[in-house]
């Protein structure tokens, strides 16, 4: 089983519309999570951490199931500048590293 | 603002050379690491350094070496580049927690 893994989309909905994101990690262990977003040809930005009672920041809502060891992004309200791929990211066992999944595009239409 | 500047935006290189990539952060971070970014390989981590002079292995190493003589400072090297190696390096650092800030990239291409 991959360390982290994520649908890789993509996913094209148009402006508005509430789009749903998931991902499965394989260390029960872990103990951090987030999600990033890279734009085209852009590094990585951390888009927000995930804390175990689920957190909320503006439209993006991040849910963490330690028991099924399943993590998700909702985002709520779509624009275009949310056109993107989310990196869904874990803690290694060594504690100094991340595991980073490969990604799920986003496309928000007009 | 956490700033992590690496030198090249874009860099060609023949097959063979020796070709350095350098990465500064400005925020006083203890850990730094790099990273390379291959379409449907997702990242993958190649070297990290938790101290100065202090490095460590990730998962793909081989090909590569790396440098730390200063804390602000992380190298990665390419003691002969091969077309393999054509990619999109990418250099992060983070402090005490564990989310990590990344620089802009570097792609690099062989030929």
């Known amino acids: 089983r991959k360390e982290v893994e994520q649908d890789p989309g993509p996913f094209n909905v148009p402006e508005g519309a509430t789009v749903a994101f998931n991902c499965t990690y394989s260390?029960?262990?872990?103990?951090?999570f987030f999600w990033y977003r890279q734009d085209c040809r852009k590094e990585p930005k951390l888009l927000m951490s995930v804390y175990s009672s689920g957190n909320e920041d503006g439209r993006f809502t991040a849910q963490l199931n330690r028991a099924s060891q399943y993590i998700s992004l909702l985002i709520r309200d779509s624009k275009l500048s949310d056109s993107a791929t989310y990196l869904c990211?874990?803690?290694?066992?060594?504690?100094?590293?991340?595991?980073f999944g490969k990604g799920t595009s986003l496309l928000v239409t007009p | 603002d956490v700033k992590v500047t690496q030198s090249s935006r874009y860099l060609v290189k023949r097959t063979g050379e020796k070709v350095f990539l350098e990465c500064v952060q400005d925020m006083d971070h203890e850990n730094m690491f790099w990273y390379r970014q291959d379409p449907g390989l997702g990242l993958r981590l190649i070297y990290f350094s938790y101290d100065v002079k202090m490095k460590e292995k990730g998962d793909i190493p081989e090909g590569y070496s790396v440098s730390r003589e200063k804390k602000e400072r992380f190298s990665l090297i390419l003691e002969s580049a091969s077309t393999n190696q054509t990619s999109m390096y990418l250099c992060a650092s983070r402090d005490r927690g564990p989310e990590q800030y990344f620089g802009p990239g570097t792609r690099l291409t062989v030929t």
């Open positions: 260390n029960s262990a872990s103990q951090s």
């Open positions: 990211v874990v803690n290694r066992r060594s504690g100094y590293a991340l595991n």
